[in-house]
């Protein structure tokens, strides 16, 4: 299964968002099979290839608890796009792009804000039931029927906090964590509890 996260530049939201849920799937998945065929990775829209996380952000996924290292940016290509199960992007142009790309992905692209949004609005109790690729391309369906009972707004959109004071980023990583953590929940569920993830107010 491949879990994709979109942004610009691939090296502050997407990324943010990329190392949280691979955390989150180790402390849910640990020793799981599944976790063989789980791919999370992120792209960008005009990101250059190979630099590392903005220092900024970096910093802030870490008090998150999400770890930077050895991360390096890559730009989106229609064969990461195709290819994913599930697409959540930071921003409704992020969304209009990746589709670009991959016009038949629509049914699953979403904002990540969107995308947690339309969660509370579906069905939940049988996808856990689900091996981990069905769940999360039953999920993608069902968020989409959801979408049609929904208007989007400027909320569905996570801002940049690139070239911006620390503050920012490490309020743009408590928005990416508080909008992931339902999803990974529901992704990444397994026999055992969730360990409590503590986002910093």
């Not at 402390?27 to 996380?53: W, Y």
């Not at 409704?92 to 699953?108: D, K, N, Q, S």
């Not at 609005?121 to 959801?146: C, F, G, I, N, S």
């Amino acid at each position: 299964m491949r879990l994709l996260f979109v942004c610009t530049g691939n090296i502050c939201r997407s990324p943010m968002a990329e190392r949280l849920a691979a955390a989150w799937a180790r402390q849910s998945l640990e020793g799981s099979p599944e976790m063989n065929g789980l791919e999370v990775v992120s792209a960008g829209t005009s990101a250059r290839h190979g630099q590392a996380m903005d220092a900024a952000s970096a910093r802030a996924l870490h008090r998150v608890g999400g770890d930077p290292a050895g991360f390096t940016s890559q730009q989106l290509t229609s064969g990461l796009a195709a290819d994913a199960d599930l697409v959540l992007t930071m921003t409704r142009e992020h969304r209009r792009a990746v589709l670009r790309t991959t016009p038949r992905g629509l049914r699953r692209t979403f904002t990540l804000p969107e995308a947690a949004a339309l969660l509370g609005r579906v069905d939940q109790r049988d996808l856990v039931t689900m091996p981990l690729a069905a769940r999360t391309r039953e999920l993608a369906a069902r968020l989409d029927a959801a979408r049609a009972y929904r208007a989007g707004s400027a909320t569905d959109d996570v801002p940049d906090p690139i070239g911006r004071r620390a503050a920012v980023h490490d309020q743009v990583a408590r928005t990416i964590a508080t909008a992931l953590r339902p999803l990974a929940d529901v992704l990444f569920a397994s026999v055992r509890t969730h360990p409590v993830v503590h986002i910093p107010a």
